[in-house]
């Protein structure tokens, strides 16, 4: 570096430094070298780690699974080149995406809208549905303390396709079976709770007609 006047070049390019033991690629290409080497007000180049950690904070500390993040190295996870880019294989956790999970962002999921540092989660008891989606349906589908929506629901969309009326208390004959859903089942009037009733304490004619 020459500090001659008030600008300065500098001599040691990104060729120089990418025979050193970090090799510059992505954003880092456009970071300036003060950011990693005058960290204090004396310039440093010698011992400075080329961890993930040794430069950024590991927010995820304490919220993941070292096995996830060994030795918080970020690129297990994220891309050099863009930070909010995201290449992990959830096939590794006891979770696999698919259907329209595999569209949702990790974000979605693993961050509390109210923080993006503090209200992290990456570990839950159990794998309930409803861990992240509301029960729309008020707990009328809650066997043993859990609502599982996939005994509907497919992972593709939100329509009811595996739901068979036959397996029900009122199975649907005759002009019954080609009634619109929404014939019988209709919202409450409560304005505390309104829902789409779906089971009912009386099922004889008389309820409906």
């Given at each position: 570096m020459s500090f001659g006047s008030?600008?300065?070049?500098?001599?040691?390019?990104?060729?120089?430094?990418?025979?050193?033991?970090?090799?510059?690629?992505?954003?880092?290409?456009?970071?300036?070298?003060?950011?990693?080497h005058k960290k204090d007000e004396k310039w440093n180049f010698a011992n400075l780690g080329n961890r993930c950690i040794d430069c950024h904070e590991n927010i995820h500390k304490n919220f993941m699974d070292e096995k996830y993040i060994p030795e918080g190295d970020c690129k297990t996870c994220h891309s050099v080149s863009v930070w909010n880019e995201i290449s992990f294989d959830h096939k590794k956790t006891d979770f696999e995406l698919i259907g329209k999970h595999k569209t949702v962002s990790c974000r979605k999921c693993h961050f509390k809208p109210e923080s993006e540092k503090k209200l992290q989660q990456f570990k839950w008891e159990n794998q309930f549905c409803t861990n992240c989606h509301n029960d729309i349906h008020f707990d009328q589908f809650t066997q043993n303390g859990k609502t599982d929506c996939e005994r509907c629901h497919t992972n593709d969309n939100w329509k009811p396709e595996k739901f068979d009326h036959s397996?029900?208390?009122?199975?649907?004959?005759?002009?019954?079976e080609g009634l619109a859903c929404v014939k019988c089942h209709k919202p409450t009037d409560s304005l505390l709770r309104n829902y789409i009733v779906y089971k009912f304490k009386d099922i004889s004619c008389k309820s409906c007609h």
């Amino acid at each position: 570096m020459s500090f001659g006047s008030r600008f300065y070049s500098i001599l040691f390019g990104f060729e120089k430094h990418n025979l050193t033991k970090f090799k510059l690629e992505g954003s880092h290409m456009a970071t300036p070298c003060f950011t990693c080497h005058k960290k204090d007000e004396k310039w440093n180049f010698a011992n400075l780690g080329n961890r993930c950690i040794d430069c950024h904070e590991n927010i995820h500390k304490n919220f993941m699974d070292e096995k996830y993040i060994p030795e918080g190295d970020c690129k297990t996870c994220h891309s050099v080149s863009v930070w909010n880019e995201i290449s992990f294989d959830h096939k590794k956790t006891d979770f696999e995406l698919i259907g329209k999970h595999k569209t949702v962002s990790c974000r979605k999921c693993h961050f509390k809208p109210e923080s993006e540092k503090k209200l992290q989660q990456f570990k839950w008891e159990n794998q309930f549905c409803t861990n992240c989606h509301n029960d729309i349906h008020f707990d009328q589908f809650t066997q043993n303390g859990k609502t599982d929506c996939e005994r509907c629901h497919t992972n593709d969309n939100w329509k009811p396709e595996k739901f068979d009326h036959s397996t029900a208390r009122f199975k649907l004959d005759g002009k019954h079976e080609g009634l619109a859903c929404v014939k019988c089942h209709k919202p409450t009037d409560s304005l505390l709770r309104n829902y789409i009733v779906y089971k009912f304490k009386d099922i004889s004619c008389k309820s409906c007609h």
